[in-house]
């Protein structure tokens, strides 16, 4: 035992000290808000599973993104969810599009907002999946990645300033790289999520945007939980294709995959606290057996903590204000 033992205690006995030598930071301008569009829809419905958030009409929608955007968050990242789905999720990619309607808007009316789009089948096929099926019930991959890469073309010439592929096929990012160069789009980035996970974790997600495949599960494209080495083998693939902003999703069970991703790729990475990340923490607030902000605070800070440069949040509001008080 040395003497004087080495006190750690002594940069922690005062505020100011502590601040001092803080190692991560949080601020509103790392966070990104998800917000779910509904076509057709007036005013703003509550969504069960997810307390506090709503689906909301495109005008609501962009009143939301102003709102959020004037609490210094700098990006909103749009789920859409049509009036109608099919078997080839055609509204996905359809120019007059929710997705497509609401970007327009929201960039129409908040120019310095970014506006991130969700780029996957799911919420416009009426099976649920993230892709053509073929006849065995399989997501065919080729074809899918064809109407994907079609989707985020799409997205850009509607203003969308960057776009996020969810689906998990083979070879998206590339596809949909060669299709926005081609396009004239060669400035739109891609924030790839490179290592999403078949989670519990996307439950409340599913009900919002009414997304729960019809049959089976996606553990055939997305990633297994019990897997590090491939998520890196992901991400660097993404990197080669054309990625520009790496993804993990979920966040808090995986700052593992969080770390190793940024320090085996050093690019930008982004992390998804997702919707039953969000849950788990309302209902135990509303419970009264959390402090909410506390929480909320500390969980954000361990996921920037882990090496994410953005935290996609449905909290990115709440913890907006509290970071500005
Ligand atoms: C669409 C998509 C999902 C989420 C984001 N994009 C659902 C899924 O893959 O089932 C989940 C987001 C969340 O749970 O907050 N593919």
């Known amino acids: 035992m040395p003497f004087p033992a080495t006190r750690l205690r002594r940069l922690r006995s005062t505020a100011p000290l502590r601040a001092l030598v803080r190692e991560t930071e949080l601020n509103p301008s790392d966070l990104v808000l998800p917000l779910f569009v509904e076509a057709g829809l007036e005013g703003r419905t509550p969504i069960e599973a997810m307390p506090g958030v709503e689906r909301l009409s495109i005008s609501q929608a962009v009143e939301e993104a102003g709102s959020a955007h004037a609490l210094g968050i700098p990006a909103v990242l749009l789920f859409g969810i049509p009036a109608h789905k099919d078997a080839e999720g055609t509204g996905a990619y359809d120019d007059e599009g929710v997705t497509q309607l609401a970007s327009r808007a929201i960039k129409g009316a908040h120019p310095d907002l ?173 419970a009264g057996l959390l402090d909410e902000r506390a929480a909320v605070l500390e969980a954000l800070t361990a996921i920037r903590r882990a090496g994410a440069d953005i935290v996609i949040t449905y909290h990115a509001k709440d913890a907006a204000k509290w970071l500005q008080q």
Do not use: W
């Open 114 to 286: 970014l506006v991130l789009t969700d780029v996957c089948l799911c919420e416009y096929t009426d099976h649920g999946h993230c892709g053509l099926l073929r006849d065995d019930g399989c997501v065919d991959n080729d074809p899918s990645v064809e109407l994907i890469a079609r989707t985020a073309v799409s997205h850009a010439r509607a203003g969308a300033d960057a776009v996020a592929p969810s689906d998990m096929m083979d070879g998206r990012v590339g596809a949909i790289r060669r299709a926005l160069d081609e396009e004239g789009f060669a400035d739109t980035p891609i924030i790839a999520y490179s290592a999403k996970y078949a989670s519990a974790f996307y439950g409340p997600f599913r009900d919002a945007a009414g997304s729960t495949p019809a049959f089976g599960d996606r553990r055939g494209y997305q990633m297994d939980p019990a897997n590090a080495d491939e998520a890196v083998r992901e991400a660097l693939q993404d990197v080669e294709e054309g990625a520009d902003v790496i993804m993990v999703k979920p966040a808090l069970p995986y700052l593992d995959i969080v770390r190793a991703v940024k320090e085996q790729s050093r690019m930008p990475v982004a992390a998804y606290n997702v919707s039953g990340e969000y849950a788990m923490v309302k209902v135990a607030a509303a």
